[in-house]
């Protein structure tokens, strides 16, 4: 199967500042690469995702990027807000497969 | 649209009980996910559902079962709860394989 590694598994930034959180990936047949982001209490919620056909996609301050040849990708979060503040995921899944194997996740907390 | 409704919330079992998970979607999605989080892990696929009538296992069945009866919703059974079964169950629903997965706020079980 696959395995998502993720780093780190906290992150501090101070408000403004901008965050990145890596994640490599095992299987060179994945394709699919979504990155969630879960609040206190609640359940994960889609932010951003990236296929493989592409290597960077970007959404107002997010942005991902991804490096096939290497396996990884990244999180990019610029001019990071106090409700950025939460625990991300990164997951990958292959063409036709029906899981999503997922990163252990970061814990980011942005200080104001 | 509620999107993914998860109940009980919140849930307390002695060993050896059993109980239903429920989980309900109204966005009308064939395939729906059962997950397990367990602290500093990721979520580990337990049972999958493609469609009405058709469930799969995941990474982490054992102990679990579900059924399929409706397109929207896709309960799980605990049959013989175990201490090794605390930790927080999502559900999730997407439209197809390597799309975006919805998930519900999760209900958290313990079993003492």
């Known amino acids: 199967g696959e395995n998502v590694e993720q780093h780190p598994s906290t992150l501090s930034v101070q408000e403004g500042d901008s965050a990145v959180i890596k994640c490599t990936y095992s299987?060179?047949?994945?394709?699919?690469f979504p990155w969630y982001k879960q609040e206190l209490g609640k359940g994960p919620q889609l932010i951003i995702d990236?296929?493989?056909?592409?290597g960077e996609k970007k959404d107002q301050r997010i942005a991902v990027t991804l490096n096939k040849t290497a396996k990884h990708f990244s999180l990019h979060i610029t001019e990071t807000q106090p409700e950025d503040s939460a625990v991300y995921f990164c997951?990958?899944?292959?063409?036709?497969?029906?899981?999503?194997?997922f990163g252990t996740g970061t814990r980011l907390t942005v200080i104001p | 649209n509620a999107g993914v409704t998860q109940t009980p919330k919140f849930r307390i079992l002695k060993i050896g009980q059993s109980m239903t998970l429920q989980c309900t979607q109204d966005?009308?999605?064939?395939?729906m996910y059962w997950y397990r989080q367990d602290p500093g892990m990721g979520l580990k696929l337990i049972y999958y559902?493609?469609?009405?009538?058709?469930?799969d296992k995941g990474e982490v069945p054992n102990g679990y079962n579900v059924s399929r009866s409706t397109t929207e919703d896709f309960p799980l059974r605990l049959e013989l709860a175990a201490p090794s079964q605390t930790s927080v169950y999502f559900c999730?629903?997407?439209?197809?394989?390597?799309?975006?997965?919805?998930f519900g706020d999760g209900t958290r079980l313990s079993i003492l």
């Open positions: 997951a990958a899944s292959k063409p036709g497969a029906n899981n999503l194997f």
């Open positions: 299987d060179s047949a994945s394709n699919y």
């Open positions: 990236i296929r493989s056909n592409v």
């Open positions: 999730a629903s997407n439209r197809g394989s390597n799309q975006p997965q919805h």
């Open positions: 559902s493609v469609g009405a009538g058709i469930t």
């Open positions: 966005m009308n999605h064939n395939y």
